[in-house]
């Protein structure tokens, strides 16, 4: 899928063509929507995703090449900074310190996976003391948006009776207005402390990173009487690997090179709405209001 439907159209025969070539039986693509086919095939995963890696590498598309059966996720876990908004909340608190370029250049070396993502936090909270509570508020109505299609991602799985979780690394003050704002039933994340409305410079203990998205996944997962086969987890930094290797489907959005490179699939150049079209949903089918 590409959000040039031209690219997409050419990207599916050319793909098609290559996999037949390659002696992988398929079928004739599909539409889903504008700019996004379904490819039935018969062919081992691991030969289709060697094939279409070469033949589509320097094509504008998002490709997810995955079995029909369970294709359809009943649970929804998604990062949410830079996944389902726009920013880095921390980072954007931050700016409100004037201590951006230091925060943020901490942030990325976390999310790449060169830091410990527990240490990082407690830093990066820890250059934060002092500052006026009332900068969060600021920090959200100035700077958070919804990414493109993060609502009708988490409005159509949830009409369709699949649940909705954000687990985020971030701070609760953020993930329940996100979560709110996009329509998911939980959110998991961390907390800062404050006092006399200022921030002390701390986080409540024991900190949601890595290991405890993982555990989110599965609990999420076991309190729907599922496996986490049948999960979908979408993230973009390191602290999102774990629980994307461990779902169904895991995906990894505008991501960091380590985690593209290890999740099922990757949403370069597509929107959000990329993961309901990897499901099957055709786009008469989102729910856009």
Known sequence: MSP?????????????????????????????????????????????????????????????????????????????????????????????????????????????????????????????????????????????????????LVRTMAANGARCVLVSGGFTFFTRRVAEAAGFHADRANTLIEADGHLTGTVGEPILGREAKLAALQAESAAIGADPSAALAVGDGANDLAMIQAAGLGVAYRAKPIVAAQAHAKVDHADLTALLYFQGYPADAFVTD
């Open 4 to 152: 040039d439907p031209a690219a997409a159209a050419l990207a599916a025969e050319r793909a098609r063509t290559a996999l037949a070539a390659a002696g992988c039986a398929v079928k004739a693509a599909k539409p889903l929507g504008e700019g996004a086919f379904d490819l039935p095939l018969l062919a081992d995963r691991a030969d289709a995703e060697a094939v279409l890696a070469t033949e589509l590498d320097a094509m504008p598309v998002d490709v997810c090449v995955q079995p029909a059966a369970g294709r359809r996720k009943r649970l929804l876990v998604a990062d949410m900074d830079s996944t389902i908004i726009n920013v880095e909340c921390l980072d954007e608190l931050a700016d409100f310190a004037g201590l951006k370029a230091e925060i943020s250049a901490i942030t990325e070396r976390a999310m790449r996976g060169e830091l410990p993502f527990e240490g990082a936090l407690r830093e990066r909270v820890g250059m934060l003391k002092g500052l006026r509570v009332t900068a969060l508020q600021q920090a959200y109505d100035e700077r958070v948006r919804l990414n493109p299609g993060a609502r009708t």
